[in-house]
């Protein structure tokens, strides 16, 4: 079974070294796992709070995009896409809104720390706070809840975001009387590696200390390490590898082997000119042909988009039948879907007739069966199966979930329904949008009707 895990990349700044080593590196390798469905986003509407700089915004999300990609994420394997591309997003955040309770906002960290900082100044408490931060963690739990994510890579400080996130969740689902959300949990960072900037202190745009990682070449990369402090310590004396920002960089990029002998190498008195040459070759033999394909990809921001649009119908292909599910919950229906509910007799079957599940085993002698509504209608065929038991175990689960095992991803005419990140079932195709609704519907009110005879 694989874990959908997801992350959210701020579209705010250009990437630095620090960023590939703490955070786009491991995640790109993490990516890379058969046990993983990892789901990517670039948070260009969380940008917006930090950001009203068009221009840095626009051009932000094209570095950080080219980044990941230039950096090995591989948009075959993983959901890549920008936030702002999801429109269902914005509108789960107002769902959730909804449900939301001012007394759980006041005490999101960000906004208690910017209270704080106006108290302490003097000024009115909610002096230039909007409410763009405010509602910060109500957008955060829609990204997460969207997609029935398992697991949400944070530090420490972000933990509060995914308490809330479950919060609304379950808060939602006990309302409404069906699990509609997965209830995330933190995937504690506690090994996220940290680069020491040109002063020492940690690598950050705030202290104005970062190296860049592909802006201005090579020769911008190599200026700027020539500029990391370093002591007074001269050629031939021994130089502290434990307390040089140097040695800390270098390890992150090279092998044991390669570390020890740097280590030494420091030991004996290397010269700091010479120990800042030897750590820019070993960090652009790893940047160069990262930063090849990096430039590649800024000069094509086509091809750039065509990979950010193919992501956004991956996600939407969840995110879509999820919102049209919690519409359904929330009594947003069309007048004409009200209608044929109230009035069909598929919502009151006849003479006792009730959806029911017909298994059988196909010509490969695989085990399979079909779930058929009231009046005769397929609505789902499950995946084969080598062994019976294993289909009747999943025909009592969706007995068991009802209609809140209805979330489905939607193919090119049809739907496919899945558990626990895996494909169990598919629906037949439909002819239009309009088709598939309605069998949706049909599917929900059917799994109901089984779930309430267990």
């Given at each position: 079974m694989q874990t959908r895990v997801l992350t959210g990349i701020t579209t705010t700044g250009t990437p630095h070294l620090g960023n590939y080593v703490g955070a786009i590196r491991p995640a790109v390798e993490a990516s890379r796992r058969d046990d993983v469905d990892a789901f990517y986003f670039m948070a260009d509407y969380h940008a917006l709070i930090k950001s009203d700089d068009a221009a840095r915004i626009e051009r932000s999300r094209l570095e950080i995009a080219a980044t990941w990609l230039a950096a090995g994420l591989d948009p075959a394997r993983v959901t890549f896409y920008r936030q702002s591309d999801i429109p269902e997003i914005p509108e789960l955040t107002w769902?959730?809104?909804?449900?939301?309770?001012?007394?759980?906002?006041?005490?999101?960290?960000?906004?208690?720390?910017?209270?704080?900082?106006?108290?302490?100044?003097?000024?009115?408490?909610?002096?230039?706070?909007?409410?763009?931060?405010?509602?910060?963690?109500?957008?955060?739990?829609?990204?997460?809840?969207?997609?029935?994510?398992?697991?949400?890579?944070?530090?420490?400080?972000?933990?509060?975001?995914?308490?809330?996130?479950?919060?609304?969740?379950?808060?939602?689902?006990?309302?409404?009387?069906?699990?509609?959300?997965?209830?995330?949990?933190?995937?504690?960072?506690?090994?996220?590696?940290?680069?020491?900037?040109?002063?020492?202190?940690?690598?950050?745009?705030?202290?104005?200390?970062?190296?860049?990682?592909?802006?201005?070449?090579?020769?911008?990369?190599?200026?700027?390490?020539?500029?990391?402090?370093?002591?007074?310590?001269?050629?031939?004396?021994?130089?502290?590898?434990?307390?040089?920002p140097l040695f800390t960089i270098f390890r992150a990029f090279a092998s044991e082997i390669e570390t020890a002998a740097f280590r030494q190498a420091l030991l004996d008195g290397i010269g700091w000119g010479e120990a800042k040459q030897v750590l820019y070759e070993r960090i652009e033999s790893d940047v160069a042909p990262m930063r090849e394909r990096y430039e590649a990809f800024m000069a094509d921001p086509a091809a750039i988009e065509a990979i950010l649009q193919q992501g956004a119908q991956k996600a939407r292909a969840i995110a879509t039948p999820k919102i049209a599910a919690l519409r359904d919950a929330l009594g947003l229906r069309s007048a004409t879907s009200v209608a044929t509910t109230a009035s069909s007799p598929k919502a009151t079957p006849k003479q006792g007739k009730m959806p029911r599940f017909a298994s059988f085993r196909d010509a490969d002698g695989n085990f399979r069966f079909r779930l058929f509504s009231a009046d005769g209608e397929e609505l789902l065929l499950s995946m084969p199966f080598a062994d019976p038991k294993a289909a009747g175990a999943l025909q009592?689960?969706?007995?068991?979930?009802?209609?809140?095992?209805?979330?489905?991803?939607?193919?090119?005419?049809?739907?496919?329904?899945?558990?626990?990140?895996?494909?169990?079932?598919?629906?037949?195709?439909y002819r239009d949008d309009s088709a598939r609704n309605d069998a949706l519907a049909q599917l929900r009110e059917a799994l109901d009707q089984l779930a309430a005879q267990e």
């Open positions: 769902f959730l809104t909804c449900v939301a309770s001012k007394g759980m906002l006041n005490r999101a960290h960000a906004y208690k720390a910017a209270v704080d900082r106006n108290v302490e100044t003097g000024e009115d408490a909610d002096a230039g706070i909007t409410a763009g931060l405010y509602m910060y963690p109500v957008l955060m739990a829609a990204d997460i809840l969207a997609f029935d994510a398992h697991k949400v890579p944070v530090g420490r400080d972000q933990i509060q975001h995914i308490e809330m996130a479950r919060d609304l969740g379950q808060r939602f689902n006990h309302i409404h009387g069906r699990e509609f959300f997965v209830l995330p949990e933190a995937l504690i960072e506690e090994q996220v590696a940290t680069l020491p900037g040109l002063d020492g202190r940690k690598m950050s745009k705030s202290y104005d200390n970062t190296i860049p990682l592909f802006e201005g070449g090579k020769k911008q990369l190599r200026e700027t390490i020539m500029r990391i402090v370093t002591d007074s310590r001269l050629p031939g004396e021994a130089k502290d590898p434990d307390n040089s009592k689960r969706l007995k068991t979930l009802g209609a809140a095992a209805a979330v489905l991803q939607v193919e090119a005419s049809g739907m496919t329904l899945a558990l626990d990140g895996e494909p169990v079932a598919s629906t037949p195709d």
